[in-house]
């Protein structure tokens, strides 16, 4: 299992795709190198390397898949237009005892309760940030008071889904936002919303998968066919992360209406502007990577040991 001063060493590895150009990623000499007509043009140590995005067409080897789950580096291919279409996740699938224990759990609610509590937490800290007059923490003591009271999942489902509706009105109000419509890309903010969130998802699925989650078993989130419910509700208290950054790179001039196109009603990201960025939300992500790390083997050793002391991830 990977010790915190191990990971402290890991990064986010991108690596975008030439058109026109032969593009082959390999392993070689315990390194990961991206090799163009034939000769490398960059590579790095795989012991540096926590996850591989791999972006657009390109030739991946057998060697290189297999030293990625030896030396536990997630690979995930994307399309010319960041959508995630496969994934290669370095897995702990022998921790049968830890799935057991995830089915086993009956009180879903209440860590459910715990979760959304957190996210709203942080919520709160990101509006007191940018209006330091109002008092939010009364605000927030009287919601959390209203959660814990709640009955079901579907309340607590329409508390939050009610408060990150106004958190999101209020918070984007001085860059002219519409409202949340994930996936759909109706303006720039929605798409790096989507964006930034994928990566996040994809660095708390890979970490939930050195520890054996079941992914798909979540608490909050509840079974669906083919979503990874663990890993929406671990990210929950995180999103705040990726909203922090983009108002952020908003003030400090990072974004601008000429990186991105409207196409067909939806926006899209212009090719060459994609590694800015992924470079944004990906420095955003390592920046707290060791309290996401934290987080997630605390909630592991939680669950291994049927204890409610849950994690709080507290964005200062």
Request: proline residues 1%; charged residues 25%; aromatic residues 14%.
């Amino acid at each position: 299992m990977l010790s915190l001063p191990d990971f402290k060493e890991k990064q986010l590895l991108f690596i975008t795709a030439q058109e026109a150009t032969d593009n082959i990623i390999r392993f070689k000499n315990e390194n990961i190198c991206l090799v163009r007509d034939g000769k490398i043009i960059n590579q790095l140590s795989c012991h540096k390397v926590f996850a591989v995005f791999i972006i657009g067409d390109c030739s991946i080897t057998t060697v290189l898949i297999r030293n990625c789950q030896r030396y536990g580096v997630s690979l995930f291919l994307l399309k010319n237009n960041l959508g995630l279409y496969a994934q290669v996740i370095a897995t702990a699938d022998g921790n049968y005892l830890l799935r057991q224990k995830q089915y086993a759990i009956t009180d879903d609610l209440t860590i459910a309760k715990h979760i959304v509590i957190n996210k709203i937490s942080n919520q709160y800290k990101l509006l007191s940030k940018i209006d330091k007059e109002n008092n939010y923490q009364r605000e927030f003591e009287q919601i959390k008071n209203n959660i814990q009271i709640v009955a079901d999942n579907q309340e607590l489902l329409g508390i939050e889904g009610n408060l990150s509706k106004k958190f999101f009105s209020q918070y984007f109000s001085e860059i002219d936002w519409y409202k949340r419509l994930p996936q759909t890309k109706v303006d720039a903010v929605n798409l790096l919303l989507d964006l930034g969130y994928t990566l996040l998802f994809n660095f708390i699925d890979a970490l939930l998968g050195l520890y054996g989650f079941d992914n798909y078993k979540g608490f909050y989130h509840k079974l669906f066919f083919q979503r990874k419910s663990l890993v929406c509700d671990i990210m929950e208290p995180f999103r705040c992360i990726i909203d922090y950054q983009i108002l952020k790179s908003y003030h400090l001039k990072q974004i601008d209406k000429k990186d991105f196109r409207a196409r067909g009603g939806r926006y899209e990201l212009l090719f060459d502007k994609q590694q800015k960025y992924l470079q944004i939300f990906s420095s955003a992500i390592i920046e707290r990577k060791e309290q996401i790390f934290n987080y997630v083997r605390q909630f592991y050793y939680c669950i291994i040991n049927d204890t409610n002391n849950y994690p709080i991830f507290d964005f200062q």
